[in-house]
């Protein structure tokens, strides 16, 4: 069964250094999502993308946030400078664009360490 | 979206069915019900959703009432690897975020 992978699993980071979280979704999907959990809190929505433009973000997209999709097959999440508060699990997810319903499938997380 | 409120956490025994509901009184005539569950830290995984008509898959069957304001999850033989946090997410068709609120965590005994 087809299904969204993410590399790394684990990521650990200086405070103030950049990351690029990946994403391979699944292949016929055309939408693609990333979400955050900081430990022991809800999953939040960051941002949505489709067609090569971000379609839908939070207030938690910020500057410092951006995505891209720099071939076929993979998304990314980069993070220019990252704070304390950015650790988290971060999920990557996709669906396929239907008529009328809006099923995403998550891939595994990466755990984003910031020291 | 719709608010929806679903108790903290239950319990079930492993074998038995488990019959986790949800209310969202607020829901408008083209919101879905979705279910979706996290085992663990593991990325959320889809469950089953559904409108107006009753639905079921190989995970689970969703029951929504005829108005819609609640709706329950069954589990039909619940295992101890169906252990998890449980959501009900309202979704607007065309709206692509899901709003995640706290669930109901499951706990399957054995």
């Known amino acids: 069964e087809p299904e969204v992978t993410q590399t790394p699993s684990h990521q650990v980071t200086q405070m103030g250094q950049e990351v690029i979280l990946r994403c391979v979704p699944i292949?016929?999907?055309?939408?693609f999502y990333w979400y955050r959990q900081i430990l022991g809190q809800k999953v939040e929505f960051l941002v949505s993308?489709?067609?090569?433009?971000?379609?839908?973000k939070s207030e938690i997209f910020d500057d410092q946030f951006s995505v891209e999709r720099p071939d076929g097959s993979n998304f990314t999440l980069k993070i220019r400078s990252t704070k304390l508060e950015d650790s988290a699990m971060y999920f990557c997810?996709?669906?396929?664009?239907?008529?009328?319903?809006?099923?995403?499938?998550f891939g595994p997380g990466t755990r984003l360490t910031v020291l | 979206d719709a608010k929806t409120t679903q108790p903290t956490s239950m319990d079930c025994a492993e074998g038995r069915a488990a019959n986790l509901p949800c209310n969202h009184s607020t829901i408008s005539g083209n919101e879905y019900v979705y279910w979706y569950r996290q085992i663990h830290s593991q990325g959320p995984q889809y469950i089953i959703h559904?409108?107006?008509n009753n639905e079921t898959n190989e995970m689970a069957s969703l029951i929504i009432t005829e108005d819609r304001k609640s709706s329950t999850l069954i589990l039909p033989h619940a295992t101890l690897r169906d252990t998890a946090v449980y959501y009900c997410i309202g979704v607007f068709t065309g709206r692509r975020a899901l709003t995640f609120g706290s669930g109901t965590r499951l706990q399957v005994q054995p």
């Open positions: 559904g409108l107006k």
């Open positions: 993308f489709y067609n090569n433009e971000i379609s839908e």
């Open positions: 292949s016929n999907h055309l939408y």
């Open positions: 997810a996709s669906s396929v664009l239907p008529p009328n319903t809006d099923t995403q499938y």
